[in-house]
């Protein structure tokens, strides 16, 4: 062989066996444990095993070309195409619809021809017939040729009936766009089959021109493999993503079965003490049947408890599509910190932020709510205006850390002695007001007033000769008024007149001393 023939024979045989070799090796490193990865690989080491065979061929006297087109070439052919219908049905999910016992075993059924044809030693499903035409041998365009060139077509068409089919029952955009791509592929193929299979160049081109489709429908489906990713491994860059994330993400498929989650979702699961079937059972019922819907989900507010407390979250959920797959993905962020901010932020709009007593306003609220109920119900109320005696010397000789814990310590007892019977409330300073709604007697009132007086007291005598005591005024509704403020007004009165019997009681004890 001179040196021309063996560089046209490197480029015209040479160069696609490089291509497929690249094609077997770069998808199956991709994932050898997905089937469609392993079908693909197959059918790329198929046409290179086809080009191998011509390169063979021609490097070889006529007399072998025969048999090596029969058993060779013949029969790795009849293997592709049980191959790519296996490809195609995983693919297009139509495996599902096929009983066990008979896929994918029926796709291989062609087979049979090639264990009959070495067994019988035949050659009609194959050229028997060469001829030397310049640098190639040639097959003589005869009976067993165009059955082969035939066959090839009629598989074809199959394939663009598969596709057709799969189209009709696909969901999604991105579904119909594969088929749409592997059609083209498929189409491409049968014009490339006709345009070289039946048709005699000669010498003009390589022997059995019409393989070279093996290269356009290989590109195709590695074109739509790269393009849609539904063969391909996750770009690393994703991958770091998914695992790097703070929020919680899971996939899970249309019956919420779990196919992956990241790490920060396993450890929400783990925080909540859950599995993922008991957590979506936890979810509002409208959300899973939003999932097994394929609805979209948006900034939907999730609160789940768990032994240590509860926690907040943030839900949103849409598809995508994994292996030719549709699963649902679920961002969940944990809110639980922003949700205590802002609780806290509407709890400070009404209530003291040192005692956490309602405030000002709240009371007000609530008075204006309470009295508007006794009059409907012809009952009386008792509001308690109360100041701390002495609270500034207090501050003065002990610190404003002393001062911050007798006011908590006032608020503890007032919450504790008036319990359910009222509310109360810090006006600003050293300051608080109570109302006691449901009629309360004189004797209750004055029972309830000794009775925290008597709880001060017992707590200040820690600070020793610290005079701070508790000047408490009264005013009842509707005796004393008929509004918040004429009650207010009355107990402030009340409340003066005490502290000025308290000091003229204290001024005479001290003068008789």
Not at 144 to 170: E, K, Q
């Amino acid at each position: 062989m001179e040196l021309n023939e063996a560089l046209i024979l490197t480029l015209t045989h040479g160069a696609p066996i490089l291509f497929f070799t690249y094609m077997f090796t770069n998808v199956l490193m991709r994932n050898r444990d997905k089937t469609e990865h392993r079908l693909l690989s197959l059918i790329s080491l198929c046409y290179l095993l086809l080009f191998t065979e011509e390169y063979v061929r021609n490097q070889v006297p006529i007399e072998y070309s025969p048999i090596l087109s029969s058993l060779w070439l013949s029969s790795v052919g009849i293997l592709i195409a049980g191959l790519c219908f296996h490809f195609l049905f995983r693919v297009t999910r139509l495996d599902r619809h096929m009983p066990r016992w008979l896929y994918p075993y029926v796709l291989y059924l062609p087979l049979l021809l090639v264990a009959v044809n070495i067994a019988t030693g035949s050659q009609w499903i194959s050229a028997h017939e060469f001829v030397q035409s310049g640098l190639w041998k040639v097959p003589v365009y005869n009976a067993g040729y165009f059955s082969a060139i035939t066959g090839g077509i009629v598989l074809n068409v199959l394939y663009l009936v598969l596709m057709a089919f799969a189209y009709r029952r696909s969901a999604t955009k991105e579904q119909r766009s594969i088929y749409k791509r592997l059609t083209i592929g498929v189409f491409m193929s049968i014009g490339w089959h006709i345009a070289f299979g039946y048709f005699n160049y000669g010498g003009f081109l390589p022997p059995y021109p019409y393989l070279y489709s093996g290269v356009i429908w290989c590109y195709m489906l590695r074109l739509t493999m790269k393009r849609y990713d539904f063969l391909s491994l996750s770009d690393k860059r994703y991958e770091k993503l998914f695992h790097l994330i703070p929020d919680a993400i899971l996939l899970v498929d249309r019956e919420l079965e779990l196919k992956e989650a990241n790490p920060a979702a396993r450890q929400l699961l783990r925080k909540l003490g859950l599995t993922p079937k008991l957590f979506f059972e936890r979810l509002n019922n409208h959300i899973p049947t939003q999932l097994r819907g394929g609805l979209e989900v948006k900034q939907e507010g999730i609160e789940i408890a768990y032994e240590g407390g509860s926690v907040h979250l943030l839900l949103n959920a849409d598809y995508v599509w994994v292996d030719n797959e549709e699963y649902a993905l679920l961002v969940l962020r944990d809110i639980t910190a922003q949700k205590q901010a802002q609780n806290e932020i509407l709890f400070l709009a009404y209530h003291d932020p040192l005692t956490r007593l309602p405030n000002r306003r709240y009371f007000h609220e609530q008075f204006d709510r309470v009295l508007s109920e006794a009059a409907a119900r012809q009952e009386s109320v008792a509001l308690l205006l109360i100041d701390l005696d002495c609270f500034k010397l207090l501050n003065d000789t002990h610190g404003h850390i002393a001062g911050d814990e007798v006011l908590l310590e006032s608020a503890r007892i007032m919450q504790h002695t008036i319990g359910e019977r009222g509310l109360a409330a810090r006006m600003g300073g050293d300051e608080f007001i109570i109302y006691l709604r449901g009629s309360p007697s004189v004797y209750g009132i004055e029972s309830l007033i000794s009775d925290m007086q008597e709880q001060f007291a017992r707590y200040m005598s820690k600070y020793g000769d610290v005079p701070v005591g508790m000047s408490i005024g009264i005013s009842c509704y509707p005796v004393d008024g008929l509004e918040v403020q004429a009650l207010i007004n009355k107990a402030d009165q009340a409340m003066f007149e005490f502290k000025r019997s308290r000091k003229s009681a204290a001024a005479r004890k001290s003068h008789g001393a």
